[in-house]
């Protein structure tokens, strides 16, 4: 039988411990958060539990994956919003207009369109030129 692969997420907390600006290099801690996992012992193996997915991850599975994090690119998206159930509360107005059907149906405008129409009564002059040099493509 085939082992199926499970594909998680791990979210951290991070904390800069050295920020380099003329190498432009960052050495980062990264934790778990604790407002979503928390360390238990499971029949004597210690495993970080997810509180939200309400799953186990070993610790040495654990270890493994941020072992693979080392010399990896890290990106950072921060919350744009602070509160989801606030931020929902203050969309209900316009969610429940969109539900009856009363909301306005969106409009594409398409700039490119008006620009070129701009053009019809201007004069302008102007060249393409097009280069190939050798070995120009695999560059």
Known sequence: MKKKEMRFRIDFVQEIVVADDETRTLIVKLTPDPRRYEWKEINGERCLFDKFDHFLIPENVFAKC???L???????????IGNADEYV??????IRE???GNFPEPTF?????????SLKTDEL???ILSLDMVDSTSL
């Open 125 to 127: 002059g102007f060249v």
């Open 66 to 68: 941020v072992k693979k």
């Open 70 to 80: 080392t010399d990896i690119p890290l990106y950072f998206e921060p919350q744009l």
């Open 98 to 100: 969109e539900i009856s």
């Open 109 to 117: 405008e398409d700039k490119s369109e008006a620009f070129l129409e």
């Open 89 to 94: 509360q203050s969309r209900l107005p316009e």
